[in-house]
């Protein structure tokens, strides 16, 4: 049995957690800690950064313990350290990630620096044992993305959000009409007796082939409307949040449905719909993805709402997830406040781009199919590997044999410095940011590390 502990500080929950997973490959949460910060924060009507940080701080250390007494485990009985290392705000991250090196320093257990939003993505396998691939509507607070899942550390970003995320938008609907925060269940509880037909609202982005959302032109009109109608009584304000909460669907359902149409271009077919983060735990959104699942023959797939909001397990569950492909890092992993989950369908420029995590994962996965069985020597493992990716990306981004742009050819002994070179120039081109031929021109950091051929394409 592996058992993880989890850390999660990226906002305004301070968590800790204990997994385990059976040999039989059968998780189980042995304890659950979060401690909300709402109350520090509602004054304010969102996040306060360094108050957030401060709170992380106080309370941490205790709340770590409390999760290894109920998970009635030690320090030394873990198999692995698992900290959310980002995307978040850089205070909370430096205080999980401090904490985490440091039991990971005193007690010699394995560090795992987590994407946050991957322990989002993974979370349907921690809850329903759910196979590869599946399409994933992610969407919080700071993050709105319909991704297909392909393995972990493998993600293809189907669409995303060009303004607001959904869960940002709520709240600033909830500001807006006067209501509590944090905005999303308070928009929801009002909805509920309200008339979500009084006012027509826009459905953004509707019909549109590509699966982005767009929400600020729909927060727009609610506040005209909301000024059209001042002052708002107590029917008016339940209206408007039906309103603004049916158009959110409807949004939401649309996009989910081209990207589905467009999953079997990059994971063929998916497993499962799957949402996951602060607004799955929206009534009205879990609904219609389970009737659109239905629709499309596929299962419906959302976590409990304990563990659609920020929390350890998730982490702790990610971490064993790479624990088990081998993917540890080391105490020089940083905190990462901006850290995208995957790259665009055609690697474009602001789309993300793959992670260390992702690459080592395609390296584990990729190796017994693309490495000669001579370089599969454990001693140069790390070296081979790294170079087999790096042919791999150029293989990609030269649209055939990289050794025909790239010189001098595939060797095992690759030195570091041209295996790095090699590397970043494949992931450059891959995440649209540059192409050989302008590699070649521009950037002198290349010469006498890795020669370009003038067969480069342009």
Known sequence: MKTVLGIETTCDETAAAVVSVDPEGMPAIRSNEVLSQ???????GGVVPEIAARAHVEVLDRLVARALERAETRLADLDGIAVAAGPGLIGGLLVGLVTAKTLALVAHKPLLAVNHLEAHALT???TDGLDFPYLLLLASGGHTQLVAVRGVGDYVRLGGTIDDAIGEAFDKAAKLLGLGYPGGPEVERMAEAGDPER???PRPMLGRRTADFSLSGLKTALRIEAERIAPLAERDVADLCASFQAAVVDVVIDR???ALRGFSDVAGRPT????AGGVAANGAIRRALAALAGEAGLTFVAPPLNLCGDNG???AWAGLERLRLGLVDDITAPARPRWPLAAGRRGRPGHGRMSAAGRRAVWRDLVERRLPEAARDHRDWPVRLDHCFARILLDHACGGPWRDHVEPPAHANMPIDRLEA???LGEAVLAGEADLATLNRRSLAWRGKL???SGAPA
């Open 199 to 201: 006012f027509a609202l």
């Open 256 to 258: 989910a449905r081209v």
């Open 124 to 126: 349907a396998r921690l």
């Open 272 to 275: 499962a719909l799957v949402a």
């Open 451 to 453: 020669r370009i051929g």
């Open 422 to 424: 090699a590397i970043a």
């Open 38 to 44: 709402i109350a520090e924060h509602a004054a304010y």
């Open 313 to 315: 397990a998730m982490i």
